[in-house]
């Protein structure tokens, strides 16, 4: 149950209507959403070590509906967490992943090897794509855990990137992808 009382409408956005920035951010998201330069398994490794991070119940149950096509099985997402271990990584993607994790544990530690290997793999626009997209994922997953806004739904992103809110099946029926 939604901390605030929430306008008519659909849970996950209709809260931005209480606010006059809320029409910025939703622009912001959408913006993230669409035109990052990262390959979908670079964007959803980072994405979702945010949602770890932040143990945000509708970002840690996210999922694209093309995702299978694009490699995002219940493999890629159930070893986020164990990232450094997991074969089934690119380099770039565990770079996503542990850059989400320094952006949202560890933002103050200096780290000269991590930032030589990340400019190694990275254009200095996708690390700015990259800092930006977690950015706006640690914030707006922290605002929907922090008013506890559809912490018992999942959401699917379509192709043409509209999302569908759903709800989760009990815990011992969910599927991880």
């Given at each position: 149950m939604?901390?605030?009382?929430?306008?008519?409408?659909?849970e996950l956005?209709?809260?931005?209507?209480?606010?006059?920035?809320g029409?910025?951010?939703?622009?912001?998201?959408?913006a993230?959403y669409s035109?990052?330069?990262?390959?979908p398994?670079?964007?959803?490794?980072?994405?979702?070590?945010?949602?770890?991070?932040?143990?945000?119940?509708?970002?840690?149950?996210?999922?694209?509906?093309?995702?299978?096509?694009?490699g995002?099985?219940?493999?890629?997402?159930?070893?986020?967490?164990?990232?450094?271990?997991?074969p089934?990584?690119?380099?770039?993607e565990?770079?996503?992943?542990?850059?989400?994790?320094r952006?949202?544990?560890r933002?103050?530690?200096?780290?000269?090897?991590?930032?030589?290997?990340?400019?190694?793999?990275?254009?200095?626009?996708?690390i700015?794509?990259?800092?930006?997209?977690?950015?706006?994922?640690?914030?707006?997953?922290r605002?929907?855990r922090m008013?506890?806004?559809a912490?018992?739904?999942?959401?699917?992103?379509?192709?043409?990137?509209?999302?569908?809110?759903?709800p989760?099946?009990?815990?011992?029926?969910?599927?991880?992808?």
């Amino acid at each position: 149950m939604a901390r605030i009382e929430l306008p008519p409408g659909d849970e996950l956005t209709s809260w931005l209507a209480l606010s006059p920035l809320g029409p910025s951010l939703g622009a912001f998201a959408g913006a993230v959403y669409s035109k990052s330069r990262l390959s979908p398994r670079e964007f959803e490794a980072a994405r979702m070590r945010v949602a770890v991070s932040n143990g945000c119940t509708t970002c840690l149950n996210t999922r694209h509906a093309e995702g299978l096509a694009q490699g995002l099985d219940a493999e890629f997402y159930a070893n986020v967490a164990s990232w450094r271990e997991h074969p089934g990584y690119s380099e770039r993607e565990r770079l996503a992943i542990e850059f989400a994790e320094r952006f949202c544990e560890r933002w103050q530690e200096e780290a000269p090897a991590f930032w030589q290997r990340l400019r190694a793999a990275y254009s200095d626009g996708e690390i700015v794509d990259l800092a930006i997209q977690v950015a706006e994922l640690v914030g707006a997953g922290r605002i929907l855990r922090m008013l506890d806004i559809a912490q018992t739904c999942g959401l699917t992103i379509h192709a043409d990137r509209s999302m569908q809110l759903h709800p989760l099946a009990p815990a011992g029926e969910r599927k991880s992808a």
